[in-house]
């Protein structure tokens, strides 16, 4: 059974940066094609990729935030931590933790983390 | 980076009647290798979106075989046959096709 949890602070203030850590059950970070990510959503809007880090240690960004992120993996502790930088209030948004096949779909999601940004 | 299009933005529909959502990408989503990666979210409120269909057609795990994909290049249709109070919520689709992956707006669909 494939479980997702993520943690992290539910408020930051602006310029600060952002880390969330996912951690997971269920399937291992060193079996081929498994890919563990991360989407956020906006409150009441629609959903927004964020990236990737694969079995093979390939990561892959959202062009549009690529310069704020880092994705790291730990398999020793089945953990995946995103830290977004330079944080302002349009970043407010629930952050999913998902797992991914193949660079396909997201089959798995965990529950979510609000983060707000405010002063 | 393609756009997805997702129509009706809402969709009030009776129970036990059939409900469907059309998904429209900028770009043909078949990729290279022959495959079409579309796939649909269903998000219930407060909770986190559920895959429901994957490669435009093939129902995920668990999913009841009243909700249906088809669609082939730029044009993609989710379809529930009956729908039961448990489907209303929020349907996204998603491509994979092409980097980076993208969302469509989503399409809320709430009883009569």
């Known amino acids: 059974q494939i479980t997702l949890m993520e943690s992290g602070p539910t408020l930051v203030k602006p310029t600060q940066t952002l880390t969330l850590t996912c951690t997971f059950s269920?399937?291992?970070?060193?079996?081929?094609?498994?890919?563990v990510g991360w989407v956020r959503q906006p409150p009441r809007k629609a959903l927004e990729w964020l990236a990737d880090?694969?079995?093979?240690?390939?990561?892959r960004y959202n062009p549009s935030l690529r310069s704020r992120l880092t994705i790291a993996k730990d398999t020793s502790k089945n953990q995946v931590v995103l830290t977004m930088t330079n944080m302002d209030p349009v970043d407010t948004a629930t952050y999913y933790c998902?797992?991914?096949?193949?660079?396909?779909?997201?089959?798995?999601w965990g529950q979510g983390t609000l983060v707000t940004v405010s002063s | 980076d393609i756009v997805m299009t997702q129509s009706p933005l809402s969709s009030p529909v009776t129970l036990g009647q059939p409900a469907s959502i059309s998904c429209r990408s900028s770009?043909?989503?078949?990729?290279?290798?022959?495959?079409?990666?579309l796939s649909w979210y269903h998000q219930r409120p407060g909770q986190p979106p559920r895959l429901l269909i994957y490669?435009?057609?093939n129902r995920f795990s668990g999913v009841p075989d009243r909700f249906s994909g088809s669609g082939a290049g730029t044009e993609f249709t989710l379809k529930i046959s009956r729908v039961e109070a448990d489907d209303v919520g929020v349907y996204y689709c998603?491509?994979?096709?092409?980097?980076?992956?993208?969302f469509g707006g989503g399409t809320k669909v709430e009883i009569k």
């Open positions: 269920g399937f291992s970070l060193t079996t081929a094609g498994v890919g």
């Open positions: 998902v797992h991914r096949p193949y660079y396909e779909f997201f089959d798995y």
């Open positions: 998603m491509q994979a096709t092409q980097f980076p992956v993208t």
């Open positions: 770009q043909s989503l078949v990729h290279s290798d022959g495959n079409t990666y």
């Open positions: 880090v694969y079995w093979d240690d390939v990561k």
């Open positions: 490669e435009t057609s």
